[in-house]
């Protein structure tokens, strides 16, 4: 959560906010408790399908749902998901290693803690990793590798019971499909340690900015600098929103885009007039042309650089490029005016300058204001 939003993060977990109810939370929680619920077992068999479906009734979590007909939409749509599910892991049921397995990891002195689904012991020896999800897509290889929850499981899972997890796997409930992918290597349990570190100390600093992103705005919009003032709008709270003295902010919100689309609206005129004047002092060879009321002076400006093949054949023997590495025009400017740069080179540099670009300015000047 802190990667995708810090503020919300905070506003979550260290102010305490609550989050909203949310449908797809109980109905994941829900389905989720079921599957935990079948592999809770020491000794097969596992439960029959009757007690499966008779704890999924038992358990169900009606939080968050709009109608009752949503409701009953997804109660159903759950019995055909534990319905397959039961199908698929009865006939081939092996009592995990462990089930919703509490741990706690220390990475450099930061304490992690959470719990993972479920934990296979392999035929190898090696262990499997699985957690259940009810997203509404299917995962791809590419979020499978990036899963940070994955690879932290796998750290803790080593430390736990000292073997390798040779297996990742998340296992997507709605099409009873098992994602699974190979194991992290130690370069990416190095970055996800690297990513720990540099998030707890984010937190610790108290960084928590606001980061606008796709599921925005969270559960908290009155507390976020980016939806703050649309929801007091929306609440028609204008106590909440004091305006600054002079200053009405919805009209100067309309104002500034009115403005913004006037000048986009005349830039090609002023482009066209501005061609006009340029052709005509070319043409007639002039700097300054006439109005009524102004003047508009006219003057081809030259930007001068350096060319890189030159720079670096001049530089790189005395050892200086490095000091450049690549055409950076302020580090030559920097060179240049360093006394200790050989008098020489500096010369030599400066008459490698040359045009590289000419581009026609205009000046406009009220005519009461010449002397
Ligand atoms: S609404 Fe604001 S606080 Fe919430 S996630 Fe988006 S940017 Fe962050």
Redesign the pocket.
Known sequence: MYQS?P??YR?RYIDRLEAKEKWYFSFGKTIHLCAEHFFRVKVPPPSTLEELLQFYEQEWLAEGFESAEEEMKYKAYGREILSKFWEIHYPEFRPPLAVERLFYIDVDGIKLRGFIDRVDKLESGGLSIVDYKTNRDLFTIDHLEQDLQLTLYQMATEQLWQLPVEKLTLYHMRSNTPCSCGPRDSQRLEQARHLILEVAENIARGKFP????QY???D??E??P??RHQYLVAAGDTVGQPELPGIAIADSVEQYVSLQQQIKELRPQLEEAKQAIIGFCEAEGLNRVQGKDNSVTYKLVEMTGFSEDEVRELLAPAGLWEQVLSLDQSKLKELLGDEATAQDIRKRLESLRKVVSTSARLWVKKLEDEP
């Open positions: 939003c503020l919300s506003l606001a980061t606008e992103h925005c705005p969270c908290f919009p507390h976020c980016y939806y």
